[in-house]
């Protein structure tokens, strides 16, 4: 008979009616399976620590978010934001449910176009736009986002040489009340610099203004905030119709809607305080429709949705490699996982649950990364159930930017495994091997070993 493991006794003391600032403290309570796939084996056949993503999740929420917005205006279009997660299975998943692509690098659109987006359906954002990649998007139709007036120069003197009309539009920052202002991205709009871009453009041969954009922030938990930005880009759009006869096609909003993460430092958490698609849609859509437009000549509504759209799809999969007690008395465990990989943990307090069943036992914990650098902490306190060596743990909601941000550093990037629609499970990344690191190395010859 195997003897049982010691267990400390517990008492725990029931209050109803008295939560911390954070409300009730929630049970972790253990993630065992995913779509009923168990995690002990999803990490015998994939290795710990390795990313899951479900098809399943992905496609819901694309359908829950084009709902939201088509149910309330009547011309909508997303495209898939690249840089969130830029796995070609990923994008293609988004691309097959009817999204466009937006990308920000001439590196994003090869990719787009190799995922078989033709440019007519592609927006090309962000400020280091090359000469190569505007001459590229020119020749395949794409929609241009000027940022500043330097690339705006650069684009004249190319459609001039190539004698060849571009689909241009400008990012507008503005003042929507929230705090940090993006103001370091477009043209502004409270300072008229938007405006004297919009006439500029007007008075060029080969440039077709089609479109107005604004990407306001982050995260951004303020619908009115959007319900602002849709109004200046709106009157924006009908002063350009009336003054210089150009008919704006869309109005693209950009991303920076929320996820279920809850911010570090927050009050409460993300599920009691963030907005749904429903709210966006409402706050964007009615700004939009109450502007002044002709309704059978409304804009396009564009939307770029990266973070909410993917993050509730990925799952990180560890197991612990160690527990013990720091000076303070205080519980520490670490992981076989680090910021190296969980680049969002600067950013969120993610939740972390235990892969197996553990006890009612818990205590306050700091859980850290396997890396040999002081700020691997994945989370720096958290009730958390006493775990031994080898025990899986998991993190829901990390789908978004992990896996385009994450750094090759002290540990190889892991497997990211797809769990498609069926159940079936495919590896859509393979974890790296020393040769996948030394393949760009050049030894010079003097350092080769001699003959």
């Known amino acids: 008979m195997e003897k049982k493991k010691f267990e400390y006794p517990v008492i725990k003391r029931f209050q109803p009616g008295m939560p911390g600032k954070s409300g009730i403290q929630p049970t972790l309570e253990p993630i065992t399976e995913i779509n009923n796939i168990p995690i002990a084996r999803l990490q015998e056949e994939y290795g710990s620590p390795m990313f899951l993503i479900t098809e399943n999740t992905i496609r819901d929420t694309y359908q829950e978010a084009l709902q939201a917005f088509k149910s309330r205006y009547p011309k909508v279009q997303f495209a898939w ?29 090869n990719k787009a176009r190799e995922n078989g987006i033709p440019g007519k359906q592609i927006i090309f954002n962000g400020p280091d736009k090359s000469r190569d990649d505007l001459e590229m998007a020119v020749r395949d139709g794409a929609y241009i986002h000027l940022d500043h007036f330097d690339e705006m120069y650069t684009l004249i003197e190319l459609t001039e040489e190539l004698k060849m009309k571009a689909k241009v539009a400008i990012r507008v920052n503005m003042d929507t009340g929230i705090y940090p202002k993006w103001d370091r991205f477009g043209f502004n709009y409270e300072n008229g610099e938007a405006w004297e871009a919009l006439k500029k453009i007007a008075q060029q041969e080969f440039l077709e203004l089609v479109g107005l954009h604004t990407h306001i922030g982050t995260y951004v938990m303020s619908t009115q905030a959007y319900a602002m930005a849709a109004k200046k880009l709106a009157e924006l759009a009908l002063r350009a119709e009336k003054n210089l006869g150009k008919k704006i096609k869309y109005i693209d909003m950009g991303g920076g809607f929320t996820s279920m993460n809850t911010l570090k430092g927050a009050y409460h958490s993300a599920s009691d305080t963030n907005p749904g698609f429903n709210e966006y849609a409402d706050a964007i859509s009615f700004a939009i429709m109450s502007a002044g437009f002709q309704q059978n000549e409304l804009p396009v509504l564009i939307l770029e949705t990266g973070r909410a759209m993917i993050d509730d799809s990925g799952y990180l999969l560890g197991s612990v490699l160690a527990t013990k007690r720091l000076t303070d008395g205080r519980r520490a465990t670490v992981l076989d996982f680090g910021v190296n990989i969980l680049f969002t943990s600067f950013w969120y307090d993610h939740e972390v649950h235990p892969g197996c069943e553990v006890s009612d036992y818990a205590e306050e914990t700091t859980l850290y990364g396997p890396l040999c650098m002081n700020i691997d902490v994945i989370r720096q306190n958290l009730s958390f159930p006493l775990l031994k060596k080898g025990d899986p743990v998991v993190v829901p909601r990390v789908g978004a930017y992990n896996m385009t941000q994450w750094m090759q550093f002290i540990t190889y990037r892991p497997n990211v495994v797809l769990l498609d629609r069926d159940g079936n499970t495919h590896i859509i990344k393979r974890k790296e091997g020393l040769e996948d690191l030394k393949r760009a190395e050049i030894i010079p010859d003097f350092l080769k070993p001699k003959e």
């Open 81 to 109: 934001s690249y840089k969130t997660n830029y796995l070609d299975a990923v994008c293609r998943i988004f691309h097959d449910e009817g999204s466009w692509a937006e990308v920000v690098s001439g590196f994003e659109y």
